[in-house]
């Protein structure tokens, strides 16, 4: 999309360093399998567990740009050179709680050719016959796993890792959780406690009381091996690790922050956000995680510009975001209703994060999305960019300092604490 930029505009643009795609990217991914991080090579786990019955690999669902039928075309290549054959294998798609995966999406994902020769299975949080159940976490709440997981004698997760705006950075452990888990163990890693805490935001990581919710019920799970993944805006492979859970997601984040960030003194009256392209720009519920990173520039009574096409609407499968959007409530009615456990539903975590940017800044969204598809919590509906920068000035005033964020999380901005 094309914005057209008057000469007076104050604007800056950030865009992310330059990261040269990996040329042969399943050589890459083979070569990383085999020297892996804090982890014997796959080929000795596989020989060390034998008999072998079943593979089970976790792949992300299509609201992830990873290119999954790399790493799969790498990892099955090295399964079956090591005796284990296609009909061992099965494919778990980690949804979470997004609605199941189209065919067309399934092909992108996994390629026309690994899916005429591989089992693909679909997780479904709410689907008890396909979950087991292992106990309780630290705070009480069941831990349900997918069971054709759970059961495989060679558990293996794929992913990458780019920051997120509650995980604090995505890849390892989320493919397990929420990816496999259970609607109620999904709803307590994602309750409104953990979503409240400073900790649980864009980049923060070792504090951060999802991610340590997430290991633990991981770690009780089970992972024998993980192959991860970075992107750059092209949605390329840049960089790939694997081996052990912790240590392969560990180097991948700190490959990251050294990158992602870029230091700001003051907020700026305008941001222009997204979240980078298809398929992250999938729905409106998908889209509050472009708001947040609005939310990290703008200023208090700042306005917010979010750009993501919606080609899915609200979001198939989000009907409790859809009625919670609709509530004729406002941010900070909605946002205290859901911190006193007055709202508790699936969804709740995106409507707390979205009300707490609504109380920060307005939010204009350009979207194939009508203006009635918004509901009433207080999301703007404009036609273009240009129109809602026009009437952000209008509020601000001519000189207001404007900044264009065009490639989601892959580039932040962070307040100097020293200005």
């Known amino acids: 999309m094309d914005i057209s930029l008057q000469p007076d505009w104050k604007v800056d643009i950030f865009y ?16 990383a399998i085999n020297n892996p991080i804090g982890s014997p090579v796959l080929r000795d ?18 609201t992830r740009p990873v290119p999954s039928h790399l790493i799969l075309q790498a990892l099955i290549k090295e399964l079956n050179e090591n005796g284990i054959s ?23 994902i996994i390629s026309q050719e690994i899916r005429k020769r591989i089992e693909v299975f679909g997780h479904i949080a709410t ?13 009480e709440v069941p831990i349900w796993i997918n069971k ?15 920051p997120h705006f509650f995980a604090g950075f995505s890849g390892g452990r989320k493919s397990v959780i929420p990816g496999i888990a259970g609607y109620e163990t999904i709803k307590g890693n994602h309750s409104a406690k953990n979503i409240a805490s400073p900790f649980a935001r864009f980049g923060i990581f070792e504090d951060n009381p ?20 970075c992107i750059n805006q092209n949605h390329e492979i840049n960089k790939v690790t694997a081996g052990n859970l912790e240590e392969t997601h560990k180097h991948l984040v700190n490959f990251q922050l050294k990158k992602v960030f870029k230091k ?12 980078g392209g298809y398929p992250l ?27 993501n096409e919606c080609s899915d609407g609200i979001g198939s499968g989000h009907e409790k975001f859809k009625d919670l959007i609709n509530l004729s409530l406002s941010p900070a009615e909605i946002h205290k209703k859901i911190l006193k456990n007055e709202i508790n539903v699936p969804d709740q975590w995106e409507i707390q994060i979205l009300a707490r940017i609504l109380m920060k800044a307005e939010i204009y969204v350009i979207s194939k999305l009508k203006k009635r598809e918004l509901g009433n919590i207080g999301l703007k509906h404009s036609k273009t960019v240009e129109e809602a920068i026009l009437r952000g000035l209008k509020k601000h005033g001519g000189e207001s300092r404007i900044l264009i964020l065009p490639n989601g999380p892959q580039i932040l901005p962070l307040m100097n604490n020293k200005s």
């Open 16 to 31: 992310p360093k330059h990261q040269e795609a990996i040329h042969e990217p399943i050589k890459a991914i083979r070569n």
């Open 210 to 229: 999802i991610h340590k919710n997430s290991i633990e019920i991981t770690k009780k799970v089970g992972v024998d091996f993980i192959v991860n993944v």
């Open 148 to 162: 054709h997981y759970y059961t495989a004698n060679l558990k293996i997760l794929t992913g990458y890792v780019e």
């Open 86 to 108: 296609d009909n061992q294998i099965l494919i778990l798609i980690a949804t979470g709680l997004h609605r199941s995966c189209r065919e067309p999406e399934l092909q992108r």
């Open 264 to 275: 700001i003194d003051k907020p700026y009256d305008i941001v222009i956000c997204g979240n």
């Open 281 to 307: 720009d999938l729905n409106l519920y998908q889209a509050v995680k472009s708001m947040a990173i609005g939310e990290m520039a703008v200023k208090n009574g700042g306005t917010i510009i979010s750009v």
């Open 45 to 62: 786990i596989i020989h060390q567990k034998k008999p072998i019955n079943k593979v089970c690999i976790v792949v992300s669902d299509a």
């Open 127 to 139: 689907n008890r016959d396909d979950l087991i159940n292992l106990g309780v976490d630290s705070d």
